[in-house]
C-alpha cells in the first residue's frame, strides 16, 4: 500500500550506488548518432528501447533524410528501424514518431505522416501505426470499425502491454457514427475485435462538448482504463473551471471520473495562467495517475506558483504532490513530463530546481521519487553518480522500475559522448534506496 505523504513531511535522499547508465542512441556497431534523438518507452523487462532519431547512419541504407523510428536491444546491442512497410520498405519522404511498446517488445506503435506504410493510404494525414517485430507486418490503427481511414491527423498511440488495445487520438470525425462536435477526441482501438469506440464521452454516454480539445491518452495494461487530459465542460457533472483537466475513463463500467483534483474532489483553481493540467502517466491497474498541473489547490501550502507534478490515488481518492525537495520544501521552479512505474511506486519527472543536495538549480534534471519509501533520488547521473550537465526527460520505467529510459543533452553520462546532441539513455538503478523491493 502506497501510503501518502503530506507536503510539509520531509522526503529522504540517500545517495546510495549510481548504478550504471547506457546510451541507447547508436548503431548496432556502437556509433553515436549523427542527429538528435529522444526516447519513447522501454519495455516490461528494460530489454527493448524504443525510440525517435532523425540521424542517418543508425541502420545500412536510411536514405528518407526524415526522423525515424528505432527499437534497441540492450541484449544483442542490435538496432533495427521499425517505421516500415511490411515489405521493409522505409517511410517515404515524411516523419514518423514512436508512442508505445507493448510488454514483451513484440508490438511498436508509432505515428508517420507516410503515405506508403500500408496499402490504401491516401488521407495524406498522419496516422497512427503498429509493427509487428515478429512477423514484420505494419498495420494502420487509426481507421474505424468499418476500416474507413480517418478524414484528418490521428496521434498519440499507446498500447496496451498484451497488445490488443491501443488509445490514440484524432480529429478525425469519421472514426464513429454521430461525431458532431469539431474538436479532437481520444478513441480506442481493439486489435483483436477490429472496433473503434470514441473514450472522451461522459458516464452516460455524451460526447466531448463542442470545439473541445482531447488528446494525450495513457492506457492501463489490460486496456480497462485510459486516462487522458480534455478542455471540455460536460465529461463530468460540476465542472466549472475552465482548465484543462485530467480524466480517467473505464471501459467496463463505462464511467468517467475526473482525477486532477484536491481534497473532496474540489475541482482544481489555477488563477493565474488558466493551463490547467496535462501530461497524464497512469499505472499498470489504472489506480494511479501522475500529472502536471498549475492549480494551487491541489494540495495545502502550494504557494510556489510554479507547474508541478501530481499523483492521484483514484482508490484513496488522494493526490499528493510529488516534485518535492528531499527536505519537504516545494519547488522553486517549474517540473514535467511524469512518467510512472507500472505499480505506481515510482515517479519519474524533470524539474529545474535543485531537489537534492548538491544540485545546482536550472539545469533540468530527471528524479525519481518514491512514493513508498519517501525517498528521492537524481536519475540522470553517470556511472560514476556525476549529475548530467544539461536537461533530461524521461521516457519509461520496466515493469519493476529497475530501469529507466530518458532523453538528455547531457554530455558527461557516457564516455566519448561527442556529438553534442540529445540522445536517449538507459538507467539501471541496480540496488538503489528508491528501486529496492
Known sequence: MIRALSVAAALTFTLAPAGTTERVSVSATGDQAEAESWGDAISADGRYVLFDSHAPNLVPGDTNGQTDVFVRDLQTGETTRVDVASDGKQARLLPSHGTSISADGRYVVFTSEAGNLVPGDSNEATDVFLHDRQTGETTRVSIASSNTQAIGFSGDGEISADGRYVAFDSYARNLVPNDTNGGEDVYLRDLQAGKTMRFDVSSYGHQASRGSQTSS????????????????????????????????????????????????????????????????????????????????????????????VFVRDRARRHTTRVSLASSGRQAKLESGVPVISPDGRLVAFSSYSALVPGEQAGVGQLFVRDLQAGTITLASRSSDGEAGDDSSTAAGFSADGRYLAFSSWARNLVPDDTNGLLDVFVHDFGSCASCSR
Open 217 to 308: 491518452p495513457a492506457i492501463s495494461a489490460d486496456g480497462r482504463y485510459v486516462a487522458f487530459l480534455s478542455n471540455a465542460t460536460n465529461l463530468v457533472s460540476g465542472d466549472t473551471n475552465r482548465l484543462t483537466d485530467i480524466f480517467v475513463r473505464d471501459r467496463k463500467r463505462g464511467r468517467t471520473v475526473r482525477v486532477s483534483v484536491g481534497p473532496r474532489g474540489r475541482q482544481a483553481r489555477d488563477p493565474r495562467s488558466r493551463n490547467g493540467s496535462v501530461a497524464p502517466s497512469i499505472s499498470a491497474d489504472g489506480r494511479f495517475v501522475a500529472f502536471v498541473s498549475t492549480a494551487t489547490n491541489l494540495v495545502s501550502s502550494d504557494t510556489n506558483r510554479m507547474p508541478d
